[in-house]
């Protein structure tokens, strides 16, 4: 399949997305997309740390949840349908 064909697809489908933990989980996949891309630099040891740190805050604040958690979420959603 075309590349920007498929492009135009999911961003027609993203248009007429309405939850927001689908979104939510769209930009993190996106960012860990963009983050093990083969073109990313290694992270130097503050860039880790502070990462690190973010990340920690993130978990504390309720930002982040459990992978399994995720897909229990989403179990539960795709069966209420």
Partial sequence: MNINVEREFIK????????????????????SARFYSEKRIPLTEDEL???????REAISEGKLIA???????????????
């Fill in 67 to 81: 992978q399994e958690e995720a897909k229990a979420y989403f179990r539960k959603k795709n069966d209420g349908n």
């Fill in 49 to 55: 740390y502070n990462r690190i740190l973010e990340s």
């Fill in 12 to 31: 027609q489908d993203l248009d007429k997305v309405i939850d927001i933990h689908l979104l939510e989980a769209i930009r993190k996949l996106l960012d």
